[in-house]
């Protein structure tokens, strides 16, 4: 089974990877970096699901890997 990880500690690190905040539109916050990947992160509390998370990081561009080793 996947590690599940929770939203705030995803939204740390795509602060720290250089992404802003652009937008939010009820529990969805959206960032955006400099090459103009967008990506919709939920806000809460609770544990991402893996097909979640995966989502997140195809939108994102990064490695799986490189997001993984950083968390």
């Avoid at 599940?4 to 959206?30: C, D, N, P, R």
């Amino acid at each position: 089974m996947p590690k599940v990880y929770k939203a705030k500690t995803l939204l740390h690190f795509f602060l720290k990877e250089w992404f802003l905040e652009i937008g939010q539109k009820w529990s969805h916050l959206k960032l955006k970096n400099n090459k103009w990947n967008i990506i919709i992160l939920p806000i809460h509390n609770k544990d991402i699901p893996y097909g979640t998370f995966r989502s997140i990081v195809e939108q994102s561009w990064l490695d799986i890997e490189y997001i993984v080793s950083k968390l």
